[in-house]
């Protein structure tokens, strides 16, 4: 055998032996996944097949998270259009109001997402889940109508790409410096539509949290999928949570890739992706002094308990954030608000003048809780920033990890935390 992961997965969702790069397949899902933006019309499209029921009310997730709680008349219409939606149909999983988390952090956490799967979401970081060692991967409303539909997807399938990660970090480089440095070394074109397989010695010190960091961005170099090895990490996450089997998958010694690119992570510092694409990488240290009006510390790239730990023990220090930067604390689920809450996390946040929000994607798309103005400049966890991505066209967004947000809040501009 010479087959990668991804090919693996894919070939026994097709029920074949062997699938092969630009083969057009059509694999099973095991979910289909959609949110409060995009489910509406694939709803609109299954019901133009004529289709009466989805293929499998325990296979389909619809996560009201992108404008919850309902920002204005047309949100609430459209979380109202799909929770009637998925009563009729009788869906599992249906997310909405007090146990409602951002999708992608919510699906890992709840153990509905699991390694070896295949799962299509309309949504384009629905390749988070590669970090369990699942084929995952973004679509439109047309392609999960389909798949609500029929239970099968059609796609073609991709070359791998092998990132192998080695040396060690340094201090405060987590999973978010990695791929923004991976990002900015081969552009937001560099991977694609190939699978960006992460492995090395270091992948397999990399917390779980790390692993979703990095997989969750593939799409912004242009991955079909981001995908790890699972592993005794993977297998300690996902065993007292997993709501049904799973199966490990690995790549063969001789499997056949595009191209293979060493990371010496120990030449990675803390980054930060300047205006306007996250390729436009570089050391916050070599950055110039930029003053921020918004910092926001969230999303489902970095808005898992890890992450607000980090971010704390930064604010514990500064004690205030500045006062002309409105700070974003946002976690990803009920269940990490609760955390955070338990730990005292969030005292120190609100202690040190920041604004916590009940689980959403919220400002990472523009959508509410934390939209620019015209000349703002923010500072963010999130994973995108496109012109205009949140808010203002003339606004700037610049990612970041926790670490370095929680530093800029206090200091009011780009900071690194060994300033506070």
């Not at 970081?125 to 029929?150: E, P, Q, W």
């Not at 992570?265 to 930060?272: A, F, G, T």
């Not at 910092?295 to 308990?305: D, E, F, K, P």
């Not at 920041?354 to 939209?371: D, R």
Request: aromatic share 8%.
């Amino acid at each position: 055998m010479n087959s990668t992961i991804t090919e693996k997965i894919l070939a026994v969702h097709c029920g074949k032996k062997v699938v092969e790069p630009g083969e057009f397949i059509e694999p099973k899902i095991d979910i289909a996944l959609s949110n409060d933006v995009t489910a509406p019309l694939a709803i609109k499209e299954f019901r133009k097949s004529g289709a009466k029921k989805v293929f499998d009310k325990n296979k389909i997730a619809l996560v009201m998270d992108h404008f919850t709680p309902n920002k204005d008349i047309l949100s609430a219409e459209h979380v109202k259009f799909v929770r009637e939606f998925a009563k009729e149909q009788k869906i599992k999983h249906y997310f909405e109001g007090g146990n409602c988390g951002v999708e992608h952090a919510i699906l890992p956490e709840k153990g509905i997402v699991l390694p070896g799967d295949v799962v299509i979401g309309a949504d384009s970081h629905t390749c988070t889940y590669g970090a369990l060692g699942a084929f995952s991967t973004g679509g439109g409303s047309t392609d999960v109508a389909a798949a609500m539909a029929t239970g099968k997807v059609w796609f073609k399938v991709p070359n791998s790409l092998r990132f192998v990660l080695t040396g060690k970090l340094n201090k405060w480089v987590s999973g978010k410096d990695i791929i923004l440095y991976i990002i900015g070394s081969i552009g937001v074109d560099g991977a694609l539509y190939n699978a960006m397989e992460f492995t090395g010695p270091l992948c397999k010190k990399l917390t779980m949290a790390d692993r979703f960091t990095i997989a969750n961005m593939a799409i912004e170099a242009g991955g079909k999928n981001g995908i790890f090895t699972p592993d005794e990490i993977t297998e300690k996450y996902v065993s007292k949570i997993a709501q049904r089997k799973y199966k490990f998958y690995m790549s063969d010694k001789n499997a056949k890739y595009l191209k293979t690119l060493e990371i010496d992570c120990e030449k990675i510092l803390p980054q930060v992706a300047m205006p306007f694409l996250p390729s436009n990488t570089k050391a916050v240290k070599d950055t110039k002094r930029t003053y921020i009006d918004q910092a926001v510390i969230g999303s489902c790239t970095n808005g898992r308990i890890e992450d607000l730990r980090i971010a704390a023990t930064i604010i514990k220090k500064g004690k205030k954030v500045n006062s002309n930067v409105r700070t974003l604390v946002i976690p990803a689920t009920p269940a990490v608000y609760s955390q955070a809450l338990a730990e005292g996390l969030l005292k120190i946040f609100a202690d040190a003048g920041a604004i916590i929000s009940a689980p959403t994607c919220g400002p990472c798309l523009g959508g509410h809780m934390g939209i620019l103005a015209s000349g703002e400049k923010c500072i963010s966890t999130t994973n995108r920033n496109f012109v205009g991505r949140m808010g203002h066209v003339e606004s700037q967004v610049f990612l970041a990890n926790p670490a370095v947000v929680a530093a800029s809040a206090i200091k009011g501009y780009i900071a690194t935390p060994d300033e506070i």
